[in-house]
């Protein structure tokens, strides 16, 4: 069985953001990025589900600017067999990404697409969903628990109030949550093999998508800053500034 | 212009966050229809009946809809949406499920957990991790939208809206429901909660989540906890708060034992007042919180609960 991974070059996640003085964006000049930690979820699953005679191709997608190949080397060097970038230019959105993708599962044929729940970038928390729309396949997302079992696979999800499980028709496409698994460091001699792993490289113009935005980004904005509060010595005076200033306890 | 608003609920009670969800949906302006799409949930569509602002119910009561999987559930949205011009969900786990696959059906963007409204086709939502917040016009003709029920106030319930049946059945036949298992819990939920108590790494350990208990008790507050101590095993995932977790925005957030990563304050920095128990001084979450105070828990914790 063949499983596709798409991933997405971000902001690494420790990094404290600015945003522009003329508030267009957020500003990405100089910062370090990194592949999405729930991206790098996806792919250490993928790379289980090999491990366990489950699949038997890995293959690793990104849509982006050459850039975006670096996190596909990682991808790589993790254990994906093959990557494709699809270079594309610019700010695409998360259905414009799911059409992308809903070209290469076509191509590709894969049993299982396994995607990050949300990028830590825009926070949207759509695409693996819009995919799973566009191809008409079953959706288990937020997983915590992948088992394959013969034509369908059982996924684990983080719901509300705790955990639920449901069966889907392979193929099927998955999203990540954190607990699914803790992802592996890349060896230095997988980073140098990975080097010698084929990317190939599409153009996203190529495949006759309409990728024009539908929705504007009129501006972004730091977030009101809280004022600085007070340090209390004792638990005594902590309840009674709850009680008398803040009111919040009675 | 109409809305419909798709209620959150377990088939017996409808979640408080739809009543935020109607107030943001009230702020686009427009006739709303609140849509209760469940197995035997009658209750709930009485109960939705109810909702200020809300001029009809629709009631789709059919075994399909018992989980609300996101295969059926974009199926019906999808169908429904015809006659509206908005579709607004609550940016909790089921909205956040089913909403993109309706807007990748009706092919419109989605605009994601939304915490204000400039005007029916203008929005304002956080991104990455809260640390920027983004306002965002929709040019699609549908609007397809999930609500942070944080950034609205809950509307009233003393309204008597009409309840009309459908009994369209989308089943999509390619997902089926296995089992659940839910976290039992007296305590308030998390999400609705005035007042959140949440540890950290510093607990050390599950047992130590007992001395939450008591403070939580007295204050009648829910106990929430931080990446750290969900990834070390200490409590369940379903009591995370942060930026994959749950978003809170409480009168009143005692965080203890947490350092505060950028994570864990997209989760929480909305709250009106936050306190810090930290042993730590140079302990990031100082400088979000009003009141903090640098002491051992485990020695401010029993304390605490004795002088409440």
Known sequence: MKV????????????????????????????????????????????????????????????????????????????????????????????????????????????????????????????????????????????????????????????????????????????????????????????????????????????????????????????????AGIVVETVDELVEKLKNEAKVIS | MSILVIAEHDNSTLKAETLKTVAAAQAMGG????????????????????????????????????????????????????????????????????????????????????????????????????????TVQSLDAKKVITVRATGFDAVATDDNASIETIDTVCDAGTSSHVSDELTESERPDLGAASIVISGGRGMQNGENFSLLEGIADKLGAAIGASRAAVDAGFVPNDMQVGQTGKIVAPDLYIAVGISGAIQHLAGMKDSKVIVAINKDPEAPIFQVADYGIVADLFDALPELESKL
């Open chain 1, 4 to 227: 596709l991974v798409p991933i997405k070059r971000v902001i690494d996640y420790n990094v404290k953001v600015r945003v522009k003085p003329d508030n267009s964006n957020v500003d990405l000049a100089n910062v370090k990025m990194a592949i999405n930690p729930f991206c790098e979820i996806a792919v250490e699953e993928a790379v289980r589900l090999k491990e366990a005679g489950n699949a038997t191709e890995v293959i690793a997608v990104s849509i982006g600017d050459k850039s975006c190949q670096e996190q596909l080397r990682t991808a790589l060097a993790l254990g994906a067999d093959r990557a494709i970038q699809i270079e594309a230019e610019g700010e695409l959105d998360s259905l414009n990404i799911a059409k992308l993708l809903q070209k290469v599962v076509e191509e590709e044929q894969p049993q299982l697409v396994i995607l990050g729940k949300q990028s830590i970038d825009s926070d949207n928390n759509q695409t693996g969903q819009m995919l799973a729309a566009l191809t008409g396949l079953a959706q288990g997302t937020f997983a915590s628990e992948v088992k394959i079992d013969g034509d369908k696979v059982n996924v684990t999800r983080e719901v509300d109030g705790g955990l639920q499980t449901v069966a889907l028709n392979l193929p099927a496409i998955v999203t990540t949550d954190l607990r699914l698994n803790e992802p592996r460091y890349a060896s230095l001699p997988n980073i140098m093999k990975a080097k010698r792993k084929p990317l190939d490289v599409k153009s996203a113009a190529d495949f006759g998508i309409d990728l024009s935005l539908r929705t504007k980004v009129l501006k972004v904005t730091p977030p009101a800053e809280r004022e």
């Open chain 2, 31 to 134: 006739d709303i229809t609140l849509l209760v799409a469940g197995s035997n949930c009658q209750a709930v569509a009485d109960a939705a009946s109810k909702v200020n602002g809300v001029s009809k119910v629709l009631l789709c009561d059919n075994a399909a809809y018992e989980h609300q999987l996101a295969e059926n559930m974009s199926l019906l949205v999808t169908e429904l949406a015809a006659d509206y011009d908005h579709i607004v969900a609550t940016a909790l786990t089921t909205g956040k499920n089913f909403m993109p696959r309706v807007a990748a059906l009706l092919d419109v963007a989605q605009v994601s957990d939304i915490i204000a409204v400039e005007s029916a086709d203008t929005f304002v939502r956080p991104i990455y991790a809260g640390n920027a917040i983004a």
